[in-house]
């Protein structure tokens, strides 16, 4: 199997584990804190990592240029991490992947090409203009039911997910995939402690609970996603792998009709083939000359 090919699958398995983000983050709610939620799932993610760094021994010594890289990634997966759990807490999944993923494809579009020299090809530009669409067609009538304070943080987190995803291909030819977990969780908990003192939520300790397995179920799911989308973006140009990670909308689709009954209407379906078909395109097609 070729290095492109499985940086395709890595992406496609990402968007199916990120596309239970939605129903993770309802399960949770507003009550357990925007910030402490986000602060419980990093540190277990982080001591897991941890103990594998340990065992492996594959920590590298990291470069002082290399630090803004790590401190790009893990703002751009806090402000991701933080607006999209406020969105499915306020919207429904599917209205919020569509505002997700205007931003994301957005931001990965412009990253690509101001920071990986990615050229512009005809047939990108046709896959990114079938998939916004799609996601158009998807979700024709909620563009005009969303609340505009929700819609805002929705598209800001589609933008940080951009710069976490993206930005990580900076770092992953010089450090090992666990090692950048580490860090970036390590990040995270830092982070979202401060946020959680600032913000006065409250601290819920952990027990034996259905809450709190659904913080550890939430935890393994990011862990093991998070590792197919670096693995996958290594492999992968930002600009494709940026509408490879669009099939998250169809599972969040079926991920809202299976939990909370979430309707699927003729557009939808129609929507989502168009979205797949655009996700497909630029790795089906590999002879298109760039448009200046």
Not at 14 to 23: E, I, K, P
Not at 62 to 79: N, T, Y
Not at 201 to 217: G, R
Not at 248 to 267: A, C, P, Q, S
């Amino acid at each position: 199997m070729d290095n492109r090919l499985k940086g395709v699958i890595s992406l496609c398995l990402a968007s199916f584990l990120w596309g239970l983000w939605g129903v993770f983050s309802r399960f949770l709610g507003l009550s357990f804190g925007v910030f402490y939620q986000s602060f419980s799932r990093s540190l277990i993610l982080f001591v897991i990592v941890l103990f594998f760094v340990l065992l492996k021994k594959s920590w590298r010594k990291i470069e002082r240029g290399d630090l803004k890289w790590f401190f790009i990634i893990s703002a751009g997966g806090l402000v991701s991490g933080t607006g999209s759990f406020i969105g499915f807490n306020h919207l429904a999944i599917s209205t919020t992947l569509f505002y997700y993923y205007v931003g994301c494809v957005i931001g990965s579009y412009l990253f690509g090409k101001l920071f990986f020299s990615e050229k512009l090809t005809k047939i990108k530009l046709i896959a990114l203009a079938l998939c916004l669409a799609g996601l158009l067609t998807v979700f024709y009538s909620a563009v005009k039911q969303g609340e505009i304070i929700f819609i805002a943080l929705t598209l800001a987190a589609g933008f940080g997910g951009a710069m976490w995803g993206i930005f990580s291909k900076k770092i992953t030819v010089k450090y090992s995939l666990a090692q950048i977990f580490l860090i970036d969780n390590f990040n995270f908990t830092i982070g979202c402690l401060i946020l959680t003192i600032i913000f006065g939520e409250t601290i819920i300790l952990p027990s034996f609970s259905l809450l709190w397995l659904y913080v550890i179920l939430f935890s393994l799911s990011v862990l093991a996603a998070s590792f197919f989308h670096f693995y996958g973006f290594k492999y992968v140009q930002a600009q494709i792998g940026s509408l490879i990670l669009l099939l998250e909308v169809i599972f969040g689709i079926f991920f809202g009709w299976l939990f909370y009954k979430e309707t699927l209407t003729l557009l939808s379906f129609l929507g989502g083939m168009m979205i797949i078909f655009g996700a497909a395109l630029p790795n089906l097609s590999m002879g298109d000359k760039s448009v200046a």
